[in-house]
């Protein structure tokens, strides 16, 4: 089953397309918004619109739509201020994009297990959103890393090489 998943979702880059990180964020925020207020969280999006990326728009927007999804599950049961930051930018030859929370962070006794198939802290979790988002960052010739942030949240960065026009 697991190599079954992987192959669905690693191709031969054939279907990759340069696209923009606004409008492939704006896109995927769409399906999530109207929980996001109706959870009181607010949501702030810094992202250049000539930013691009390389790559297959539906396994992107899948892996944004998981972090952001992972961090509103995260603030549902917050107390006071709820938000979710994400912004891209570009350094040296990469380009970034992260989604990072004002939530609790990822405790340490699981952080080095976030990443595991099947692993998960949700009652009604599957455990395949983060393994599944490695998984397509990998074949995107990139990575997905998480760090706690100095003020309690979580901050989740995909990295992506720049296209040549960038660079």
């Known amino acids: 089953i697991v ?8 191709n031969d880059h054939s279907d990759f397309k340069d696209l923009r990180l606004s409008v492939l964020v704006d896109d995927t925020f769409d399906y999530i918004f109207d929980d996001c207020q109706r959870a009181h969280i607010d949501v702030a999006i810094d992202i250049d619109p000539k930013l691009k990326v390389h790559g297959d728009k539906g396994q992107l927007q ?3 739509f998981n972090l952001i999804s992972n ?8 107390e006071g201020l ?3 930051f994400v912004r891209a930018y570009s350094q040296a030859a990469h380009v970034y994009l992260e989604v990072q929370d004002n939530g609790s962070g990822v405790p340490a006794e ?4 976030i990443f595991d198939l099947f692993h998960t ?3 009604e979790g599957m455990g395949v959103g ?3 988002s490695r998984a397509v960052m990998e074949n995107h010739r ?3 890393t998480y760090s706690n942030t100095p003020e309690g949240g979580a901050r989740f960065v995909m990295q992506f090489p720049a296209p040549v026009a960038q660079v």
């Open 82 to 84: 709820r938000r979710i």
């Open 62 to 64: 899948m892996v944004v």
């Open 71 to 78: 961090a509103k599950d995260e603030l549902k049961h917050k």
């Open 110 to 113: 699981i952080a080095d297990q």
């Open 3 to 10: 190599n079954k998943i992987k192959q669905f979702f690693y």
């Open 142 to 144: 990139g990575h997905l």
């Open 130 to 132: 983060l393994w599944l």
């Open 121 to 123: 802290s949700k009652p």
